[in-house]
């Protein structure tokens, strides 16, 4: 396979923004397990945009 995923945003084990039920908070989850919960999308994007930086080649 020569496809290079580094770059995809959707798929399974990726990256994951779901929404916590009883609430108005998203959640977001990294690949390597971190997980981070914004009030919006846009700040969860903003973080695993972010945070990825940082998880070495
Ligand atoms: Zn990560």
Do not use: F, K
Not at 36 to 49: K, T
């Amino acid at each position: 396979m020569t496809v290079e995923p580094t770059r995809m945003l959707t798929g399974p084990g990726v990256l994951r923004v779901v929404w916590l039920p009883g609430s108005d908070r998203l959640q977001g989850t990294c690949h390597c397990g971190a997980t981070y919960v914004a009030d919006g999308p846009i700040e969860v994007w903003d973080w695993l945009l972010a945070h990825p930086i940082g998880h070495g080649s």
